[in-house]
């Protein structure tokens, strides 16, 4: 069978992806070397809206695109994955073109890769920051372990205390996380206790100063959304989460944390990829970027 034009194949029709696409999106996803990630599609999808593009050939689907709205503030974009077969024909700026129309007024963020920036520039977003990927080998206490000097900024000289969200924290996280990731986000946060391997509250003086979540992806666990007071609370948040797995752990810190960034190198973390920030319709991410250390996903924004 031949493959169609590049003409015929920006005019395949775009549908709504549902969580019967979970394993066709997993695909999408290796086909391009990303880590297949059922578990957060099944929430992107659940909390967010997929859309997507069958492939012509029967196989699977060619490409998609995630939304996730915040009312009327913001909406994020994300997996935006087109299959490596049908790549340069034009379907992600399709993609992308149909979402904005969608979405009409509302402003858009998302984490850009390399590969993406250059469509969204053309599209008219703006770099308004960046995400240092780190991952690895979580090593509490420093580069020799618990025994050696502990690094630069330890957690334990802050009062900060942390333990395992209980059900009744919800309501208190949600107006935690709300200046700080500066819109609503509670259908999110009211998933993150199933979604999560484990949900983790910091706490001062019986005051919530932050929370992150550990979630995982194939062999890996990642940290995020990580909100934090300061970068001592968001160490003692990290330390507490690598204390409960023996995997690999896997964050994307916002990059102007770099004291943070600095003591996750010391605690075995190495550089991985680097994302760009990218707005369209608003001049920055809204809410509070000294607190905000890690999104959930990329993909959520
Ligand atoms: C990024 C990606 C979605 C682009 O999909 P695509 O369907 O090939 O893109 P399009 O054909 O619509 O191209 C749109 C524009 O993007 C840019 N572009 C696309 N692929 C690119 C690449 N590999 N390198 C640099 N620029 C690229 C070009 O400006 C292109 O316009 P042009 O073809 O007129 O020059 C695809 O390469 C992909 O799935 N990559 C892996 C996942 C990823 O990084 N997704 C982006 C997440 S933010």
């Known amino acids: 069978m031949h493959s169609p034009s590049p003409h015929s194949l920006v005019e395949l029709p775009i549908r709504h992806l549902n969580r019967g696409d979970l394993v066709p999106c997993a695909d999408l996803c290796e086909d391009r ?4 990630d059922e578990h957060r599609w099944g929430l992107l999808l659940s909390a967010g809206t997929g859309y997507g593009i069958d492939a012509p050939d029967g196989k699977g689907l060619a490409a998609t695109c995630l939304t996730m709205p915040y009312g009327a503030d913001l909406t994020a974009v994300g997996m935006l994955l087109v299959a490596e077969r049908y790549a340069r024909r034009g379907l992600a700026r399709r993609l992308m073109r149909h979402v904005m129309e969608t979405v009409g007024d509302t402003p858009l963020a998302l984490y850009a890769t390399e590969q993406g920036q250059p469509l969204y520039e053309d599209l008219g977003f703006s770099p308004v ?11 509490a206490g420093g580069p020799g372990g618990v025994s050696s000097p502990a690094p630069t900024l330890v957690a334990s000289r802050s009062s900060v205390t942390t333990r395992p969200a209980a059900a009744d924290d919800l309501q208190a996280l949600v107006r935690l996380d709300l200046p700080v990731f500066g819109a609503d986000r509670t259908h999110i946060l009211a998933r993150l206790p199933a979604f999560s391997d484990r949900l983790q509250v910091a706490e001062e003086h019986g005051e919530l100063v932050g929370y992150a979540a550990l979630w995982p992806s194939g062999p890996t666990e990642v940290v995020g959304p990580l909100i ?8 003692a948040l990290i330390a507490a989460l690598g204390a409960t797995t023996d995997r690999p752990l896997r964050v994307d810190v916002e990059a102007r944390h770099k004291e943070l960034l600095g003591w ?5 973390l190495e550089p991985l990829s680097r994302t760009t920030v990218m707005t369209y319709g608003i001049p920055d991410l809204p809410g509070d970027a000294a607190r905000r250390f890690a999104p959930l996903t990329l993909a959520t924004g």
């Open 228 to 235: 934090a007071r300061d970068t001592a609370a968001a160490q």
């Open 33 to 36: 070397g990303w880590p297949r």
């Open 129 to 139: 920051g960046r995400a240092e990927r780190v991952g690895g080998r979580f090593r």
């Open 264 to 268: 996750l190198a010391e605690s075995g």
